[in-house]
């Protein structure tokens, strides 16, 4: 039985920093690209980062780049999401996600499995 589950969201004021966590359980993690995904109200779910098996390679969103950093253990079956410097704008769940695809996989569809969601509030 495959499982992701989001957890560090929560509610901070804009500029904090918040590292949201994905345990993974019943998948040979190290063999899945890895993503995290946002959706915020009355919106589509929209990509943010991924990250390859290995780790070497990663994209991001450009409203994510320079702000925030994915990041992986495969001996943890885990990935990381670390938000600085966050806006309002950044309100929203966030996804993370799994794809048996080779690279970065930035689209909804090229994923297999999908986490409850974690949310993340930035207030003004």
């Known amino acids: 039985q495959v499982q992701l589950v989001e957890s560090g969201g929560g509610v901070v004021q804009a500029g904090a920093s918040l590292r949201l966590s994905c345990a993974a359980s019943g998948l040979t993690f190290s063999f899945y690209t890895m993503g995290w995904f946002r959706q915020a109200p009355g919106k589509e779910r929209e990509f943010v980062a991924t990250?390859?098996?290995?780790?070497?390679?990663?994209y991001y969103a450009d409203s994510a780049k320079g702000r925030f950093t994915i990041s992986r253990d495969n001996a943890k079956k885990a990935v990381y999401l670390q938000m600085n410097s966050l806006k309002p704008e950044d309100t929203a769940v966030y996804y993370c996600?799994?794809?048996?695809?080779?690279?970065?996989?930035?689209?909804?569809?090229?994923?297999?499995?999908w986490g409850q969601g974690t949310q993340v509030t930035v207030s003004s």
């Open positions: 990250i390859s098996w290995s780790g070497d390679n990663t």
């Open positions: 996600a799994a794809a048996r695809t080779t690279g970065w996989a930035t689209r909804l569809d090229e994923y297999d499995y």
